[in-house]
DNA sequence: GATGAATGAGGATTCATTCAT
DNA sequence: CATGAATGAATCCTCATTCAT
């Protein structure tokens, strides 16, 4: 009957499944995930999901695809607000790493801890994009190194190194077996300092 | 007939549980094993296992177990190996954590990677032992601030920090979705060498 | 094709599994009534089950509500039948009594004869039906002394001493281990002749 | 090696089963009582069990047995007790039946609660016993009935409602089930009270 | 678009029982 | 006398998915 509002009530049912599938996410974890939790929590029936999305793993799939855009944004921000100094860049990139994990515990479990085997293969061609996250940092390392500020020995490895570490200190703090005598944010800020001290050349830049 | 045999062989079966279990889990993922496909591996009734270890729960207790027994001694062995020099301790160590994630995966899946949501909690005292893996880069570190060969600010946070980014080179690894522009030994390297600059005080040293 | 017949349909199967777990209720036993059992039954898969009921404790439940509501229509026919004659209500509502259980063995069998250690409690206020039931006879009770045609102690006492002997009766006929000698009939006239006699004041009343 | 510990600890054995299978029955109900629990329980092998009984429904029969021999035991005692006077005998009998059932909770349910279909047939003979118990009753009440004290109809059929009613009581306070409003006690005196009353031709000898 | 009905496969676990020792 | 090892059958229940409507 009313064209427009069936046409976003649709989108809207999409939205829903995604978001809602977020949620149970990172409240039940993945192999507590199911369509028909999802339903329920929806108010839709199970089968209604399968007209939004192929299967369980294209839900997936788009989740993971939603992830990598919005940390794709993230970086890009970073780079857009420090477009000439690499050093506060290679800071604000560690740091906005680390946030995202930490604020979107559901995309970076699907995005980076999720194992391939419990689930189709996420298409080769869509990662391209959490590369090219990679390549943000390769890129203002070589910056650095150039301009002299920053001591690097192969961009792509030394990357690699940061991009490693920033993981390990997302997921220690997921994990909650990090020792209870060390804070949070205590934890994170030594994390960065050690990175920036690391690959900074002039202490007194930073 | 051959009595030795006889009572090996239900301690065989138990060892047999075991490291199908370990298989299966780096092979089809924790959220994919399941008492039935081991029964089915090892060529016994599901029943069968439940003789041997009470439930899911227990049986990847006793996994976990072992591993932390496992690391536990692969870090004794390096402390008994560099008593006195903490510079060289601390190298080996971070190697022999790198080297004890990529030569047993199954145990470091479940020893890292497994979210407590699902399964029983592993009891709490058993997680001492590994407790005192951290505490022996902690007093590493401490000694070789004592010692002024490294720099460190709180022994505790510095060492979380180390033991994050180790982390983070191997999971970043088992999750293949390192660059692969990137060789696995250079990036190990790279990784152990950046702990190292990024703690020593003096650089002659190494 | 038939909208009618497929709307029913699915009233039809929810019926189906209830009169199929009340048959095998009283030829198998509470203990032996499984899910499958009554699938393998109506021709249904076992999942299908599931649909209509949220699991065993649900369905079996329904069936108590259902016996619940059954048996209090029987008595609130009885004293719809007898307003004004308390005396005459009694004997009735004695009879409905075991009728109903005769009648309804598999009714009867999960109200009452089952223990509620083998299921999840059944919901206190669906009890209320059924202590309206017992209600019914204190009242006649009250209502035949006030009247002068009854002798009562103490009307909630002397109501479930007859709601005993009645439910006595009934079960020591479903046992069958009632003696031979003795008919059905004959014991159950007897007991209610018992009963009448044991309450009324004056013989010539009935 | 000590012939004499052994044989007696033999007994022993069969005697712990059936009592830890009695204790069993009345704290988890005859449905969740399990060989593998009585053994672990006495802390012997499953296996052992069966060194004693031919299996589950032996044990139970070996219970109902001696649940019968108690039982009438119980109700000898009562005869002894009053040999001449068949009123106050009644009354003894009565008040036996209702006691043994309320004290030996774990008894009286496999003695007249179990049904038929959860276990092989309780073998016809053994039964005779428990009959003699209910000629018991009917002996007492031709006996007072020819000393012109009490007034029966038919000596079986009577005792027969006797027995309904004091069966009805028991399994009324079991079930849990009964008004709260009526304290147990008073409960089984307005019953007792009943049949007496109801049997009586004199009531100044009560 | 949306759904209710239906299912086969699989999940962990418990059980009574047998057998060789 | 006692046991450890082993099993097949059974338990309830959840899952992702399909199909006709």
Known sequence: MQ????????KDLRRSILDTARHLLVSDGYANLS????ARAIGYSATSIYLHFEGKDALVHSLIDEGMGLKYEAFQAVVAAHPDDPVRRFDALCRAYIDFGLDNPEYYEIMYLLHPEQMARFPAEKYRRARRNLDVIVETLKEGAEKGLMSVTDAFVDASVVWAALHGAVTLIFSRRMDRRVAQETFVDAMIGRLLHGYITFSEHV
């Open 3 to 10: 064209a427009e509002s069936d046409k976003s009530e649709s």
């Open 35 to 38: 369509m028909r939790k999802i």
